[in-house]
């Protein structure tokens, strides 16, 4: 079926330090979405990338949609303690969103 | 505007009982769609409602089942709990497409003994 990778599982920053996520389908996307969750807390929408290549940015965040459509990935430039979550990429098949398993993000100051 | 609203919060059930989780939408959001949300699994997909009717189902047992009543609202109800159904259970609206983003509750954690 439908199914969204993401990499890596965890990952464990030095604050100041760069971090990326990747998302990973085998199929093409309509378009992805990604999500932050802090601890304890829920997911919370971050942005959405539809068109190929498409490269977005929110502060130190940057966000890439591949040129095939079947990947993209997160880039936080510079973490800070407050980046610390679970980062999750959501893709879209149609009309339903497949959520992958998430990036858990440790930042130590 | 109001936030998506999940009702209770937290609740502890007996394997065996039956429970009902409630979900009140953002006003205009037509849908809703329920998360199983555990540390070892992620986010897994439970079911969507559309306009009262299930759009989308995910690999969960019979036990699991939902309704969406026509204020949007929706419910959904496990029944003949297992140790394993615990979890946060999360729901999420959006509009029609969900290409605005979902809004996610802030859940209900089950705890099943």
């Known amino acids: 079926g439908q199914q969204v990778m993401q990499i890596p599982q965890y990952q464990h920053v030095q604050e100041g330090e760069d971090f990326t996520t990747y998302c990973n389908s085998s199929?093409?996307?309509?378009?992805i979405q990604w999500y932050k969750q802090r601890p304890g807390g829920h997911p919370v929408f971050l942005i959405q990338?539809?068109?190929?290549?498409e490269v977005k940015k929110q502060k130190r965040l940057t966000f890439q949609f591949g040129e095939a459509k079947k990947n993209s990935s997160l880039h936080i430039t510079a973490t800070q303690t407050t980046d610390v979550g679970t980062y999750f990429c959501?893709?879209?098949?149609?009309?339903?969103?497949?959520f992958g398993p998430g990036t858990r993000l440790s930042v130590l100051p | 505007k109001a936030g998506v609203t999940q009702t209770p919060r937290y609740l502890i059930k007996t394997r065996g009982q039956q429970v009902t989780l409630s979900c009140s939408p953002i006003?205009?959001?037509?849908?809703v769609s329920w998360y199983q949300q555990t540390p070892g699994q992620g986010l897994q997909f439970l079911f969507e409602y559309f306009s009262e009717t299930q759009r989308n189902k995910g690999n969960f047992p019979g036990r699991f089942s939902g309704r969406q009543f026509s204020n949007s609202r929706s419910e959904m109800n496990v029944s003949t709990l297992e140790l394993g159904d615990s979890a946060l259970y999360l729901c999420?609206?959006?509009?029609?497409?969900?290409?605005?983003?979902?809004?996610f509750g802030s859940g209900t954690r089950l705890t099943v003994v």
């Open positions: 999420a609206s959006t509009t029609s497409s969900g290409n605005y983003g979902y809004t």
């Open positions: 006003s205009g959001h037509r849908s």
């Open positions: 199929t093409t996307l309509s378009n």
């Open positions: 959501a893709g879209s098949y149609g009309q339903n969103f497949v």
């Open positions: 990338l539809v068109k190929s290549g």
